[in-house]
């Protein structure tokens, strides 16, 4: 049963991964395509891209949020190591100060989606260019903010799972995930 379960969640991840990839991917793309049709109407001005700042805006906004997500959920993400882990000399202790770590960055990911999710209720903006919603821009954040709490929350759960039993060979594929 239990292996059924962790396969399942494996099998979420990569899903969710290559989602999230396609979509940066996406986003990449389309802002480089702008890009370069901005660079060639400057010399050949077919037609006005008024909206050009508006559309970037979106696309940058959601290529950095997207993008943030997908290094959370595979814990790709840039950091100093764990220099920490071998002073500890416990099994235990090395879980435990990794549940903490787990823990700081669940609070940030909760209060980033806390705000993000009320500043994506609260705006009654429009865009110029297109006059749609503003909360078109500010969607990415509470659902990347959403991804995080949730991958946070497992993160914790399998740390809480590894001090409980050392001998416990879990980690739901936190390797696999990395290409």
Not at 124 to 139: G, P, R, V
């Amino acid at each position: 049963m239990k292996n059924s379960i962790i396969r399942a969640l494996n099998r979420f991840d990569r899903a969710l991964t290559l989602a999230l990839e396609w979509i940066c991917i996406a986003l990449f793309a389309s802002i480089t395509l702008i890009l370069s049709l901005n660079i060639f109407i400057r010399f050949v001005p077919l037609m006005s891209m008024h909206w050009f700042d508006e559309i970037l805006e979106l696309l940058y906004g959601a290529l950095i949020f997207y993008g943030a997500a997908a290094v959370w959920v595979t814990h790709s993400h840039f950091s100093v190591g764990d220099w920490i882990s071998k002073y500890l000399k416990s099994v235990r202790a090395r879980f435990a100060y990794r549940l903490i770590v787990e823990l700081f960055s669940l609070l940030f990911a909760v209060v980033f989606f806390k705000y993000a999710f009320d500043i994506t209720l609260q705006t009654e903006e429009q865009t110029t260019a297109f006059a749609m919603s503003k909360k078109w821009l500010y969607a990415c954040m509470p659902i990347t903010g959403g991804i995080m709490v949730l991958y946070s929350l497992k993160n914790m759960y399998l740390e809480l799972a590894k001090i409980a039993n050392p001998a416990l060979d879990i980690d739901l594929g936190r390797e696999d995930l990395n290409h």
